[in-house]
């Protein structure tokens, strides 16, 4: 077997952590835990995006970016969910997600001195697509 490069070895870190991360969210709503589900994809963007500050890679930063932004649209549609008001939710969630990827070329700057503009494109569509929704 070949020896692992430092990129490698963290990448592999960083899969097992969020393995032993969505097992643990999985024992919680086997228990019954209902509250917990709403949070998962919010926690693991946090720690994407973490990991992508230290490490620098962009594929963390872009799955941080959609986990972080997308995990907070899901928590305010689980809360607007309660009390509904003709698709007001699904597009905030829309909204949030479409941020997450407006938010993409940014961080990439940022955290690994490469602008990604692809995310661009979906982020400016499910944007428009939020707008007329909230119309």
């Given at each position: 077997m ?5 990129e490698?070895?963290?990448v ?5 952590s969020l393995i ?8 919680l ?10 949070w ?28 972080t932004?997308?995990?907070?649209g899901?928590?305010l549609y ?6 509904p008001?003709d698709?007001?939710a ?10 997450g990827?407006?938010?993409?070329p ?14 661009l494109?979906p982020?400016?569509?499910?944007l428009?697509?939020g ?5």
């Open positions: 070949p020896e692992l490069n430092r490698q070895k963290i592999l870190v960083i899969g097992a032993i991360l969505g097992a643990g969210f999985l024992l709503e086997m228990f019954g835990v209902k509250s917990a589900s709403g998962v994809p919010l926690i693991a963007g946090v720690i994407a995006l973490a990991l992508a500050a230290v490490t620098r890679l962009p594929g963390f930063t872009i799955i941080g970016a959609l986990l932004f997308g995990g907070g899901l928590l689980l809360a607007m969910a309660e009390h008001r698709g007001l699904e597009a905030v969630f829309l909204l949030f997600v479409s941020a990827f407006c938010s993409v940014v961080l990439t700057r940022l955290l690994d001195k490469k602008t990604l503009l692809w995310p494109i982020g400016v569509a499910g428009l697509a707008i007329v929704l909230l119309i």
